[in-house]
């Protein structure tokens, strides 16, 4: 049981490059959800997902597309990288429950646009 | 406004102390509340969930004042294992949506 995996773990891009990340989940979640973190702001959410076939933006999602065409998937892609995407982006998932709607985290991906 | 607001610290703490970190919420429609912990270059791990009662777990205990809308962590007995940033969580729940908000954290380094 892997839990949350991403791939990459690093990568740097020159300004214009396209990118997608990927993101496996193996417990089954319904939920997921594609953060960025940056110094002093916390994460942020990019988008997300309530199950497969369906995405919503989050609070940044520009520059940003998604898909979640297997349940357990959810990819991220930048259709043209700009420096400002520099980030460490973190990908999660979470269950439906009645009480408790804990989320679980990948180990993240570390991204510089040059 | 910022969704979630904690204090960024660093706390600075000798082995053995007992700390405090408080984080205050915009909306008070807020259903679920968390604290995480992250440590240096990780992914963020939940510590505990928030309950209305407040819940304690070993050394770790945890309330939340609707009322003030703010949720407290307490460590006592502090360990150099303890050195992390702790980041509080807000989550609207609702069936269609569930988004969660994260403060900046609190980054507490405990020493020897």
């Known amino acids: 049981n892997a839990g949350v995996t991403q791939t990459p773990k690093f990568r740097v891009l020159k300004t214009g490059q396209s990118m997608t990340l990927l993101c496996a989940q193996d417990?089954?979640?319904?939920?997921m959800y594609w953060y960025r973190q940056d110094p002093g702001m916390g994460l942020r959410l990019i988008h997300y997902?309530?199950?497969?076939?369906?995405?919503a933006k989050g609070e940044v999602p520009d520059g940003y597309n998604v898909s979640r065409l297997k349940k357990q998937n959810f990819l991220l892609g930048l259709e043209s990288a700009a420096p400002s995407q520099t980030s460490v982006y973190f990908c999660?998932?979470?269950?439906?429950?009645?009480?408790?709607?804990?989320?679980?985290f990948g180990p993240g991906t570390r991204l510089t646009v040059t | 406004r910022k969704e979630v607001e904690q204090d960024p610290g660093p706390f600075n703490v000798p082995e053995g102390a007992t700390v405090a970190f408080n984080c205050t919420y915009s909306?008070?429609?807020?259903?679920?509340f968390f604290w995480y912990r992250q440590d240096c270059r990780k992914e963020p791990k939940l510590l505990m969930s928030?309950?209305?009662s407040g819940n304690e777990d070993g050394r770790f205990t945890a309330q939340l004042n609707r009322a003030s809308q703010y949720i407290s962590l307490l460590i006592r007995d502090s360990k150099l294992s303890d050195s992390a940033t702790y980041l509080c969580?807000?989550?609207?729940?609702?069936?269609?949506?569930?988004?969660?908000?994260f403060g900046s954290g609190t980054k507490l380094n405990v020493k020897p």
């Open positions: 928030v309950y209305s």
């Open positions: 999660a998932s979470s269950r439906i429950a009645e009480r408790s709607y804990e989320q679980y």
């Open positions: 997902s309530v199950g497969e076939g369906t995405t």
């Open positions: 909306n008070s429609a807020s259903q679920s």
């Open positions: 417990m089954n979640h319904e939920y």
């Open positions: 969580v807000v989550n609207k729940g609702g069936y269609n949506f569930n988004k969660f908000y």
